[in-house]
């Protein structure tokens, strides 16, 4: 068993809630505009494994660091990992024919800065947009997302909300 934290669209910002709400994590997942290399390193300082794609808004530093697009099997799930990735029904360029070829269980992008869970039940893949955790764009929310995989599940699912000067929900 292992538990996710999933995180996109941070823009360089850090918010030290991201570290209480992952510490019980052993993997973080950043789908991209990541910002700055300090807010990758600080997450990648959380837990034993990291892992990131690049954003549209990432430089070249970000970009050396990254790839765009990642392809993995973690806790028997299979996951693609990249920024710009769209949703059931209104996938980006090219992802639709990336699922199809790749077949994961898990298809995790950002970009949108709005947070989406929403199986494909066509393609056999959930897949997750955590939103925005950053403060740069015109979410109201900033967002962030926990998951559980088991022996090939996904289970236990949580969003969590990090309020304006405040606890998170």
Same mark, same amino acid.
């Given at each position: 068993? @292992? @538990? ?12 030290? &809630?991201? /570290? ?7 993997? +973080?997942?950043? /789908? ?17 494994? *990291? ?11 970000? #970009?050396?660091? *990254? ?22 029904? &209104?996938?980006?360029?090219? +992802? &639709?024919? #990336? ?21 494909? #039940? ?5 897949? +997750? ?5 950053? &403060? ?5 929310? #900033? ?16 969003? +969590? ?9």
């Amino acid at each position: 068993m @292992k @538990k996710i934290g999933i995180i996109s669209d941070t823009h360089s910002y850090w918010d030290d &809630r991201y /570290a209480l709400h992952f510490a019980d994590c052993d993997e +973080i997942w950043h /789908a991209g505009d990541i910002g700055n290399e300090e807010v990758a390193l600080r997450l990648e300082g959380l837990v034993p494994v *990291f892992r990131a794609v690049y954003g549209n808004a990432d430089g070249a530093v970000l #970009r050396r660091m *990254f790839k765009e697009m990642e392809i993995f099997e973690t806790e028997g799930v299979k996951v693609v990992l990249t920024h710009i990735g769209g949703y059931p029904g &209104r996938y980006a360029p090219g +992802i &639709r024919n #990336r699922l199809q070829l790749s077949q994961p269980k898990l298809f995790v992008c950002g970009h949108s800065h709005i947070l989406k869970v929403i199986p494909d #039940r066509q393609l056999g893949v959930l897949t +997750i947009n955590p939103g925005a955790a950053g &403060r740069q764009g015109w979410q109201k929310v #900033r967002t962030l997302i926990k998951l559980t995989l088991d022996a090939g599940e996904i289970t236990g699912c949580q969003v +969590i909300e990090l309020a304006e000067g405040g606890e998170a929900q």
